[in-house]
Antibody
Framework: QVQLVQSGAEVKKPGASVKVSCRTS????????ITWVRQAPGQGPEWMGW????????NYAQNFQGRVTMTTDTSTSTAYMELGSLRSDDTAVYYC????????????????WGQGTLVTVSS | EIVMTQSPATLSVSPGERATLSCRAS??????LIWYQQKPGQAPRLLIY???TRATGIPARFSGSGSGTEFTLTISSLQSEDFAVYYC?????????FGPGTKVDIK
């Protein structure tokens, strides 16, 4: 069965960086892309970006351009999301997920989520 | 970036009644529209993709319609487990974007 297991909660100071990992299993990692979504307390989900586990191509939301870096390690089937220059309003639960997307050839309709990683930014 | 809007922000409905939720895209997204349901403390759950196709295991009381810029999620007869927040999301073009959500609560 498909599983995405994320790293544990983090507390960071403003201006610092955080790197969240997402270890996957139950499917061929390089076949599909990983999406990162965050959700601040009491707010709706915010799409952060997507990375192809096949070739590392990325698409980032404008809100995070220049601050976020998504990477993968195919040897361990793990995806990473690093967010820099943290602010208090970056406090949120960060999810990795296999979610729907389309390529030029086909569309995939997944619905697999990691358990979420709470990142708290506080001085 | 495609902006998604949803209305109403809150919908108060009695159990057994019909609920109709709206989602609008700032430009045409064809039928590349997803509906999610989210309950407190849980990740969103995929209900509908392709604007009108129910995901695996989703009850038939959930239906989606629309194309282009206007979309609707209908819950034909609300059950107690359906009281939640519903989000639409477009996957027509990067970056994919979510709407702000509609909370369906008990009247």
């Amino acid at each position: 069965q498909v599983q995405l297991v994320q790293s544990g909660a983090e507390v960071k100071k403003p201006g610092a960086s955080v790197k969240v990992s997402c270890r996957t299993s139950g499917y061929t990692f390089t076949t599909y892309g990983i999406t990162w979504v965050r959700q601040a307390p009491g707010q709706g989900p915010e799409w952060m970006g997507w990375i192809s586990a096949y070739n590392g191509d990325t698409n980032y939301a404008q809100n995070f351009q220049g601050r976020v870096t998504m990477t993968t390690d195919t040897s361990t089937s793990t995806a990473y999301m690093e967010l820099g220059s943290l602010r208090s309003d970056d406090t949120a639960v960060y999810y990795c997920a296999l979610l729907p997307y389309c390529t030029s050839v086909t569309c995939y309709y997944f619905d697999y989520w990691g358990q979420g990683t709470l990142v708290t930014v506080s001085s | 970036e495609i902006v998604m809007t949803q209305s109403p922000a809150t919908l108060s409905v009695s159990p057994g009644e019909r609920a109709t939720l709206s989602c609008r895209a700032s430009q045409s997204i064809s039928s590349k529209l997803i509906w999610y349901q989210q309950k407190p403390g849980q990740a969103p759950r995929l209900l509908i993709y392709g604007a009108s196709t129910r995901a695996t295991g989703i009850p038939a009381r959930f239906s989606g319609s629309g194309s282009g810029t206007e979309f609707t999620l209908t819950i034909s007869s609300l059950q107690s487990e359906d009281f939640a927040v519903y989000y639409c999301q477009q996957y027509y073009d990067w970056p994919f974007t979510f709407g702000p959500g509609t909370k369906v609560d008990i009247k």
